[in-house]
């Protein structure tokens, strides 16, 4: 089986072309093994690029664990330069079907090959019942945005030398829940840095009030046009970037007051542009996508 790898903001992915590759009859069983860092090609999951009846093409995205996701923002860019720059689509706007629904991406092209995608990530979900959670909103809200985080108190728990850790990283005890088609928790602190995400990450991913699970981000506010975020992604742990997370962010910044509708989000793995439009209630993301190598898999 032939693959690609591919990566967004160091959001890395390993692509299989299903236009020209039998479908894989295990694709949850394929993403565990080949997205394996020690074992495998290495990466954060396995996307399979199909056709559609819908779109130009069609994303599957199954996370390292084989847990299959709606959508993934960094992993739909690269689909959108593959689909590109291997002559299946070879069109300046793209349409991509996701679990998430039908995507338009714009593709900024040099010498013929795709380097930045803008994509149209739609319209955040904010009903509590299809983030998913079961957190309830106070009285007189119907959103959970600055929501007390004492209901999920027991997922801040961290051991030993971290148990501090909330007071050095300066967290604000609020969280707000936010799907972009698929969901997401974000909480503000003074320092990124200096949260345990590897210990906290799994426990607000796995906790009860996320019925599907939860990706978690932790956020410092730079100015109203920046901010620098980590990410505990659902599935697949610590990632360099996560393109629906940042659409999340700057979301949650626009409903707390903490940002502004425009926002430049430094991720560990680069930077992507955001843009929260008033007019259309839409999110709109850009980052970059590149094509590292391919190979052959012999499984």
């Given at each position: 089986?032939?693959?690609?790898?591919?990566?967004?903001?160091?959001n890395?992915?390993?692509?299989v072309?299903?236009?020209?590759e039998?479908?894989p009859?295990d694709p949850?069983?394929?993403?565990?093994r080949?997205a394996d860092?020690?074992y495998?090609v290495g990466?954060d999951?396995?996307?399979?690029?199909?056709?559609?009846?819908?779109?130009?093409?069609?994303m599957?995205?199954?996370n390292?664990?084989?847990?299959e996701s709606?959508m993934?923002g960094n992993?739909?860019r690269c689909?959108?330069?593959?689909?590109?720059?291997?002559g299946?689509a070879?069109?300046?706007?793209?349409?991509?079907e996701?679990g998430?629904?039908?995507?338009?991406?714009d593709?900024?092209?040099?010498?013929?090959?795709c380097?930045?995608?803008?994509?149209d990530m739609g319209a955040?979900?904010?009903?509590?019942?299809?983030?998913p959670?079961t957190l309830?909103p106070?009285?007189?809200r119907?959103?959970?945005?600055?929501?007390?985080?004492?209901a999920?108190?027991?997922?801040?728990?961290a051991?030993?030398?971290?148990?501090d850790?909330a007071?050095?990283a300066?967290?604000?005890?609020r969280?707000?829940c936010?799907?972009?088609?698929?969901?997401?928790?974000i909480?503000y602190?003074?320092?990124?840095a200096?949260?345990?995400?590897e210990?906290v990450?799994?426990?607000?991913?796995h906790?009860?009030?996320?019925p599907?699970?939860?990706?978690?981000h932790f956020?410092q506010?730079?100015?109203?046009?920046?901010l620098?975020?980590?990410?505990?992604?659902r599935g697949?742990?610590i990632?360099?970037?996560?393109?629906t997370g940042?659409?999340?962010?700057?979301?949650?910044?626009?409903?707390?007051?903490r940002?502004a509708?425009?926002?430049?989000?430094?991720?560990?793995?680069?930077?992507l542009e955001l843009?929260?439009?008033?007019?259309?209630n839409?999110?709109?993301?850009?980052?970059?996508?590149?094509?590292v190598?391919?190979?052959e898999?012999?499984?």
């Amino acid at each position: 089986m032939r693959f690609t790898k591919m990566q967004g903001a160091g959001n890395d992915y390993v692509y299989v072309d299903c236009f020209a590759e039998p479908m894989p009859a295990d694709p949850a069983g394929l993403a565990r093994r080949i997205a394996d860092r020690h074992y495998g090609v290495g990466g954060d999951g396995l996307i399979l690029i199909c056709p559609s009846q819908i779109a130009d093409a069609r994303m599957r995205m199954f996370n390292a664990d084989g847990s299959e996701s709606e959508m993934c923002g960094n992993g739909v860019r690269c689909v959108a330069k593959y689909v590109h720059d291997h002559g299946i689509a070879k069109k300046p706007t793209l349409s991509i079907e996701t679990g998430a629904g039908v995507l338009s991406l714009d593709l900024e092209v040099k010498h013929g090959l795709c380097e930045r995608v803008r994509v149209d990530m739609g319209a955040p979900i904010l009903e509590p019942s299809r983030i998913p959670t079961t957190l309830v909103p106070e009285a007189g809200r119907e959103r959970i945005v600055d929501h007390p985080a004492d209901a999920i108190a027991s997922a801040f728990v961290a051991e030993g030398a971290a148990s501090d850790w909330a007071a050095r990283a300066g967290l604000d005890p609020r969280l707000t829940c936010v799907s972009m088609g698929n969901p997401h928790a974000i909480l503000y602190c003074r320092d990124v840095a200096a949260v345990p995400l590897e210990v906290v990450g799994p426990e607000i991913e796995h906790h009860s009030a996320f019925p599907r699970r939860i990706n978690v981000h932790f956020v410092q506010i730079h100015s109203p046009d920046e901010l620098t975020m980590r990410t505990w992604e659902r599935g697949s742990a610590i990632t360099l970037a996560c393109g629906t997370g940042a659409s999340a962010v700057c979301v949650a910044g626009v409903l707390t007051g903490r940002n502004a509708r425009r926002v430049l989000a430094h991720l560990p793995g680069g930077d992507l542009e955001l843009e929260y439009r008033e007019a259309d209630n839409r999110v709109y993301m850009t980052g970059p996508a590149v094509e590292v190598f391919s190979g052959e898999w012999p499984g």
